[in-house]
């Protein structure tokens, strides 16, 4: 019987496995491993430069005239810790360094425009703005302490740019107490008089809202764990909550 010529071998394909698609689906689930880095990509490059140029240019004339004006003591403010993290953070393009800020001074500066809103329409809330009203300092050095009314609104634009970490409560709770406990240890209290009336006392409220007197309602120390304690209930826990579920880019 004839028999023709054996038919020739055709090369196997290598990517054509009988099991497995040659191309495979662009709808195929990518490990988790590749969706982070995914999204670490979607985030690098995020924080525009012209914003990086003109927020340090912000701080190169407001750090020196805060030094020779307020003094050192001053940059234990939280706000003013919240200017240098959110100055690195927006170089570094770190989540964790403008997420603290975010954190921690969103409800205060909140509070702090309210007082300052008040007292210009002639009503005394807190007293936390009386200095903004000082005509012994220059409208431009006031001036640059209206950074507390736009400064939030930075914060959550970076946390929509880079996402929120959630890391920040409690590395912002940390600092916040450390700078409590500092102030309230080694700093002068409320109603000191200093040889310039300009230095700070009373740094971050430690001894009560007004700098002028310590409150009176109980001890100096009960009244500083309870400042310490309602500082993470009412105005750090309600914002990293917010946060962690308005979350654009879920960590």
């Known amino acids: ?15 054509a496995h009988p099991m497995e698609p040659a191309n495979p689906s662009p709808d195929v689930l990518l ?34 005239l805060y030094w020779m004006n307020y003094g ?28 603290m800020p975010a954190v921690g001074i969103l409800v205060p500066q ?18 936390m703005t009386d200095y ?23 914060l959550v634009y970076l946390v929509a740019r880079l996402g929120y970490d959630r890391r920040a409560f409690r590395c912002w709770t940390a600092l916040a107490w450390v700078l409590c406990l500092v102030s309230f240890a080694f700093m002068p209290p409320a109603g000191t008089v200093m040889a310039d009336p300009r230095l700070p006392v009373n740094i971050n409220y430690v001894w009560g809202l007004s700098d002028t ?8 120390g009960l009244y500083l764990l309870a400042w310490m ?18 979350d654009p880019i879920r960590a």
């Not at 019987?1 to 990517?15: A, D, I, K, T």
């Not at 909140?110 to 007293?127: I, N, P, Q, S």
């Not at 007197?213 to 100096?220: F, G, R």
Request: glycine share 8%; with cysteine.
């Open 132 to 154: 903004m009203f000082d005509g012994d300092r220059s409208l431009f050095l006031r001036g640059l302490s209206l950074f507390h009314g736009w400064l939030p609104f930075l």
């Open 229 to 246: 304690v309602a500082l993470v209930t009412l105005a750090y826990a309600p914002v990293h909550h917010l946060l962690r579920r308005w």
């Open 72 to 99: 050192p003591t001053n940059f234990l403010y939280f706000c003013d810790v919240a200017l240098l993290l959110t100055l690195v953070g927006m170089w570094s393009e770190n989540r964790l360094l403008v997420s």
């Open 213 to 220: 007197k310590p409150q009176d309602w109980m001890s100096p």
């Open 1 to 15: 019987m004839f028999r023709g010529p054996p038919l020739e071998q055709q090369p196997m394909n290598e990517s």
């Open 31 to 64: 490990p988790d491993d590749s969706i982070d880095g995914l999204r670490k990509s979607r985030r690098r490059g995020r924080i525009p430069i012209a914003l990086k140029l003109a927020y340090t240019a912000f701080l190169s004339v407001l750090v020196p």
């Open 110 to 127: 909140a509070l702090w425009v309210v007082d300052f809103v008040g007292h210009g329409l002639g009503f005394h809330l807190t007293g």
